[in-house]
């Protein structure tokens, strides 16, 4: 008998009655449900410290210049990394699949998780000039964004005023792929507004309680859920641009030197 399939769950709010917590409580029991075994971390909760800074590395390389990709290092090569910082790394050592939950604020991720990138993917322990992409650390794993922003689908289509979803979503998910993980087309819950509380499941308009299900219906069938194409390092050359022959995947990474923007 093969062992249960693993999920960890990242909820990056700061109220746990928001729907975000709410979809972060739904994601986890949908899983359990189906028999994975279930890790999870609530940021905010919990305390984490999303600002990097020289305290949380108790043996410095220099101790009269904070380099933070030079002390990440040599945090990795001493096993000297934040006990913290350790128990995510090690959460998704044992994922199959990793889901951020998170409301988009301002066009981005909350401060809060954008910070849980700058100190969870250490560099060495995470990822190195050999070790990223397809060589990545999490190379054979899944992850997924969760996502709510407060207006319709319609706004964020390739026409809509605030602008492509997903491009919108292109540095997270990039940043999760050059780590070596499969990133899965994201769960985007449109509509949701802030300010109200999500704690009571029976007083959820119509309209969430439909992306509940939708969400519940997405992790029940993740294996046919798509994955975001991502260039390999194959792709480019030695002098890191993308070859001719390569496929250009988004208009982050492209063949012509100028966007049409007209």
């Known amino acids: 008998m093969g062992r249960a399939m693993r999920a960890h769950i990242v909820l990056a709010h700061p109220e746990p ?7 972060a409580r739904l994601a986890r029991t949908t899983l359990e449900g189906q028999g994975w075994a279930v890790s999870f971390t609530d940021l905010y ?3 984490f410290d999303p600002a990097e800074r020289g305290a949380y590395f108790r043996d410095r390389a220099d101790p009269a210049r904070f380099v933070p990709q030079d002390e990440q290092r040599h945090a990795s090569d001493s096993g000297t990394i934040s006990p913290e910082v350790m128990a995510e790394i090690e959460a998704m050592n044992r994922a199959d699949l990793v ?7 301002w066009h981005m991720p909350p401060a809060m998780l954008k910070g849980w990138f700058d100190r969870v993917m250490v560099f060495g322990e995470v990822y ?8 990545g650390r999490f190379t054979g794993k899944r992850a997924m964004l969760s996502v709510t922003v407060a207006t319709s689908a319609a706004t964020y289509a390739f ?7 997903d491009l919108m979503l292109w540095p997270v998910n990039f940043s999760l792929a050059y780590v070596g993980f499969t990133v899965l087309q994201p769960f985007v819950a449109y509509g949701v507004e802030s300010g109200i509380q999500y704690s009571d499941a029976s007083v ?13 219906a997405r992790l029940g069938s993740l294996e046919a859920v798509p994955a975001i194409p991502f260039n390999r390092m194959s792709d480019w050359g030695p002098d890191g641009r993308i070859i001719p022959q390569a496929p250009a995947h988004s208009p982050f990474m492209r063949h012509r030197e100028k966007l049409n923007l007209g």
Request: positive net charge.
């Open 159 to 165: 026409d809509g005023r605030s602008g492509d979803i």
């Open 99 to 105: 889901i951020l939950q998170y409301p988009m604020w």
């Open 17 to 23: 009655a928001s729907f975000n917590g709410n979809l």
């Open 45 to 47: 909760a919990s305390g």
């Open 204 to 216: 959820l308009p119509a309209r969430l309680a439909g992306i509940e299900r939708d969400l519940v």
């Open 128 to 135: 190195a000039s050999k070790k990223r992409f397809e060589h």
